[in-house]
């Protein structure tokens, strides 16, 4: 499984120190690295994520897969 870095990492410049935080949103891969992928050596199956709109009894939202 190939998954986006999921935090967030800045330096401190005076001290070189890299810190890191967790997203608060999850943060998701572009869909064009499935053909990357593809190509690896190894490589059997390449499943990418969708995202689409969905109908709900309040109205519209966004599904995912």
């Not at 890191?20 to 992928?37: Q, V």
């Not at 190509?39 to 519209?60: I, L, N, Q, Y």
């Amino acid at each position: 499984m190939v998954g986006a870095d999921q935090s967030i990492h800045w330096t401190k410049h005076k001290k070189h120190k890299t810190k890191s935080k967790p997203l608060a949103e999850r943060a998701w891969l572009p869909a064009d690295i499935a053909g990357r992928l593809r190509a690896v050596p190894g490589v059997t199956k390449v499943v990418p994520e969708v995202t689409f709109p969905a109908r709900t009894p309040r109205g519209t939202a966004e599904g995912h897969a």
